[in-house]
Each structure stands twice: as C-alpha cells, then as structure tokens.
C-alpha cells in the first residue's frame, strides 16, 4: 500500500507513543494522533503537530473510530489506516468491536480475540507455557504463610468488569491490603522468583520466521510494586535456546504481532522463569527504537505498508534510561541485580540516554520533573 497511514491513541503508555512517533517521523511513516484530552503530554511534545482530533472523553466508543478513519481518508485518499496497539485496554476494546471498526478502511493489527487474550491473560499463558515445557513459578493453592509471594489476575478484568493488576505481597501489611481491597477469587498466587529480570522483546511475523524480529534487555531499575523499567541494558537473552522455544510456542500458537515476555533468571539454579506476556507496545520502546531493532516496520510490513529494511537510522544507546520514572510515587525503587552505589556512578553517562531529555520532547522531559509516574 502506497498511501496508508497510522492512528495513535495517545495519553497513556507516553513513553512508547513517543518512540513510535521518532520511528515513524526517521522512516516517512505517515501518522496520526488522537490526544486523550488537552493536558495530554503529546502536546509537550515536537508531535503536537500530528495532533488531528482531541477526545472528549476518556471512554472508548466504536462510533469516533469511525470518524477518524472516515475523516482522515477523505482528507488524505488513505487507501488504509492501522490502529496503532498500544495499550493493553485498547487493544481489548478493538477486538471486542473489531468487526465494526474494521469495516471502515482499518487495520487493527493483532490476532483473534481468542488467541490474544489466550497469550495476555496471565493465568492462561502460564498453564500454555507450563505444557510447552517451559518453566513457571510455583503455583501456590492458597494465600501462603510466608512471605513474598505474588498474587496475579487470572483474567485482565474482574468478575465485576474492573480491570485488575499483579500484587507483590513482600509482609503482612500488604497482604492486608490485597484482602480488603480485592476479590481473591480473581487471582491466583505464584511463588516470587529473584534473579536477574530479562525481556524477550520481538514481533512476530504472520509468516512465521520470514517476518520475526526478536531483542532483549536485562532491566536494572523498576518502579515500586511491579511499576514501569526504569534502566535496562542489552541482554543476549534473545540468542539463548530457551528464547527459542518462547518463539517456537508463538509460532505453534499461530500468534503475530508485538509481545513482550518477562522472565526471571534464577541463578541459583539456572533456569529461566516465565513471569508475564504483553502483547502490545510496552514503555522500553525506546530501547528497541534507539538500537535500529526494527519491529514497528516488521508490524507495517505484515499490514501491507511499505517500509524498506534499513541498517542504521538511530546512534545505538547502552541502556534504556527513564529519570521521569523516579518520582516519590515510584519509590521505593527496586534494583534488579544492581545497586543505588552502581546508578550513581553510572548517572553521568545515562543522563545523556534519557529517553526525553532530547530536542523533540525536551517540554515533556522538563514536565516530568513534578509528574506522578504512568504505568507499563
């Protein structure tokens, strides 16, 4: 397709939006942006201008979706637009009413709703992986006396319709909080794992190998309660055998698309844990983006676009540094196999890899300063 475009629902996952928006400005990738309200943190930033439509609600309606399509091709003789995936609630929301969104000149790249929720909810792909011989963590039956432990969602919505998140349970004032704010029958409880804390990182292709792209990164720094990576690094976690077998299981599953799959080393033992999968953009794009690993143009490929392989559009980053991410809400900071002495003495380089600290969000970057943290 010769003259297609992209629609970008902004105001939440910022970090990964933004990446998408420097590929795709590098690349001549035509996009669009749909702000979330008018204090969204696009408007901080050198994209303000791909800025088309502003919502008037945070609620996602198939109707707007329409509109835009519709506008945007008459506007452009778009002969297609793909719904750039980019958070987990959207993507939801897009499979549900897929069959009308689509029937507009739309893409909406990703899988059946079966298959996507069969490899996102957590409780499913553990039970997929733990029957590809993949190792897991130990399921624990009932809420356990010793601590920590992690309670995950068995689905990502509660009976009620909420939508739910993981719980580390380090003692037993968390585990009181976890009891009178949650049902316990949503979730199911896992041994925690410590180790280092590794992302496959890949999309893969409709193809098969023809079309897969796979990176990973050894994260160093994350927010409080499972919150946002906030330093990462290269791994070779991705040219392990065991990496292999992750993509062979996609591969088996008839799975497409972008994933992000957690695991935990344990070195203790050398085996590799799975922890999570997010099938969508996740916030470390960046780190993708900066080192010329070029998934978004394996996803547009697979859609029919354009996009020429090529080598080197980026100076490749050491690491994958977010300051916005520490803020008194993130605290306190969890290291993964690093220490506060080693970010310190690692602080002048990281600073010029800061993922806003750069001219083309520069606003976003000083905002941030004062800014609570958003979530991967």
Avoid at 66 to 90: A, F, G, N, R
Avoid at 243 to 270: P, T, W
Wanted: glycine share 4%.
């Amino acid at each position: 397709m010769t003259n297609s475009a992209i629609i970008v629902m902004s105001g939440y996952n910022i970090r990964a939006v933004v990446a998408f928006c420097r590929w795709a400005t590098a690349n001549n990738v035509r996009f669009h942006i749909v702000a979330k309200n008018k204090e969204d943190p696009i408007f901080l930033t050198d994209y303000k201008n791909n800025i088309n439509f502003t919502r008037d609600s945070p609620h996602l309606q198939h109707e707007p979706f329409t509109m835009w399509v519709d506008t945007l091709c008459h506007q452009y003789k778009y002969e297609k637009i793909v719904i750039l995936p980019s958070t987990e609630y959207l993507n939801r929301f897009l499979l549900e009413n897929r069959n009308s969104i689509e029937s507009t000149n739309c893409i909406i790249p990703l899988v059946n709703e079966r298959l996507y929720r069969k490899i996102s909810d957590k409780y499913s792909f553990t039970k997929l992986c733990h029957s590809y011989g993949l190792n897991v963590p130990a399921e624990i039956d009932q809420i356990p006396e010793n601590f920590p432990f992690v309670a995950k969602p068995r689905s990502y919505f509660s009976s009620k319709g909420s939508q739910l998140i993981p719980h580390l349970i380090h003692d037993t004032q968390d585990l009181a909080n976890f009891c009178r704010t949650e049902d316990k029958r949503d979730y199911f409880f896992q041994q925690f794992v410590y180790g280092h804390s590794l992302y496959l990182l890949a999309y893969i292709g409709r193809n098969g190998s023809d079309n897969t792209i796979v990176f990973s990164q050894e994260n160093l720094m994350q927010q409080a309660k499972g919150g946002s990576i906030i330093l990462a690094k290269h791994s070779k976690f991705h040219q392990e055998e065991i990496a292999r077998q992750y993509v062979s299981m996609l591969y088996d599953q008839h799975f497409f698309g972008l994933i992000m799959v957690e695991v935990r080393l344990d070195k203790s033992n050398g085996r590799y844990y799975m922890i999570e999968a997010n099938p969508r953009l996740w916030g470390p794009m960046q780190f993708c983006v900066d080192n010329n690993v070029d998934l978004f143009g394996a996803m547009l490929r697979d859609c029919g676009f354009e996009v020429p392989k090529r080598l080197s559009l980026f100076k490749p980053t050491a690491h994958y540094f977010w300051s916005g991410g520490i803020t008194q809400q993130s605290l306190p900071i969890v290291y993964h196999c690093y220490t506060g002495i080693e970010f310190a003495n690692d602080f002048n380089q990281l600073r010029s890899e800061d993922i806003f600290a750069r001219k083309d969000s520069i606003g976003l970057y000083l905002k941030e300063l004062n800014r609570e943290s958003d979530h991967e």
